[in-house]
């Protein structure tokens, strides 16, 4: 039931989170704003499993489960982020991620009389180092970001072997065995979110945590945020909480002049996000 389409032409992006600072007394001097703690309707306690079998790879969906009776989409609320990292730690183990790689990270976002600078040191996975005051900023935030799964997708279109993939219920996957390790996708996503496994040698990315999703459970990085930042949905499922904000409330995606149509989505994102 996939929709693969393969065909070529490479362009450019990192293989890691991308650190955009401009400057670097954000290393050092940077003040945090505080985030409010709120925790969105429908948060539950279920712990990751954190040594999930086949994660690395294509994961597999659980039997039984009917992709087309889903259409999932993911909300983040930077002004709930606090960056803990937490969501990074639980992607890592989760998702087994190499050291040094992520499939999820947090950016932060400091405006002071320079203009803004954005850090991400270890993708956000420690936290975000106290900021000895030298440094006035005008406005922080931090910016949850993993794969788009864009409906629209470079990724998917570069891979001369149809190993980058949509499933019908919207996520973007890659199958590890059909990948060829040539990471045209790699340079083709805009959003820097796919990097070549020094493990595997071949492109690994964010999949919402398919093989969590299609089991009824949230993602890792949705069910451990202790504050509600990033929630997940079915945009085919009536009443739920993430459809009602995708429809009703002020949300937008990340460089929507690229045309990708990404389906994860930010309430109230800043006009810096890039
Ligand atoms: S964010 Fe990048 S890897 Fe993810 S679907 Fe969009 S183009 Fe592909
Ligand atoms: S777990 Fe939630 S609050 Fe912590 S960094 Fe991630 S998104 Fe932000």
């Known amino acids: 039931m996939d929709d693969r389409t393969p065909c070529p032409a ?14 670097a007394f954000l290393e050092d001097v940077l003040l945090l704003s505080g985030g409010a703690v709120v925790f969105l309707a429908g948060a539950t306690a279920a712990a ?18 009917q992709p087309w009776e889903h259409r999932w989409a993911y909300l983040v609320d930077p ?3 606090i960056g803990c ?14 050291d040094g790689f992520f499939r999820t990270w947090v950016e932060r976002y400091v405006t002071g009389m320079d203009g803004t600078s954005v850090d991400s040191p270890n993708g956000g996975k420690d936290g975000f180092p106290a900021l000895q005051v030298a440094f006035v900023a005008t406005k922080s935030f931090f910016v949850p970001k993993m794969c788009n799964h864009c409906r629209e997708t ?9 190993a980058s993939y949509r499933t019908p219920d919207g996520v973007v996957l890659v199958d590890g065995e059909r ?10 996503c805009p959003f820097g979110s796919r990097f070549l496994s020094p493990e595997t040698h071949t492109a690994e990315k964010c999949t919402w945590c398919y093989h969590r999703i299609t089991r009824g459970l949230r993602p890792a990085c949705v069910e451990v945020c202790p504050t509600g930042a990033r929630a997940f949905g079915d945009l085919r499922r009536e009443g739920d909480p993430v459809r009602h904000a995708i429809e009703h409330d002020r949300v937008a995606v990340l460089q929507p002049h690229l045309r990708t149509e990404p389906q994860c989505f930010y309430l109230h994102l800043d006009g810096e996000v890039r």
């Open 10 to 23: 490479p362009t450019g992006g990192p293989s890691t989170p991308r650190v955009l600072g401009r400057r």
């Open 48 to 65: 990751p499993a954190a040594a999930a079998e086949g994660a690395a790879s294509a994961p597999p969906a659980a039997e039984g489960y």
């Open 79 to 81: 002004e709930r982020c």
């Open 85 to 98: 990292g937490s969501c990074v730690r639980a992607c890592s183990a989760e998702n087994h991620v190499p």
């Open 154 to 162: 470079p990724c998917i279109q570069v891979c001369p072997v149809g």
């Open 179 to 188: 990948c060829i390790g040539c990471a045209y996708c790699v340079q083709a």
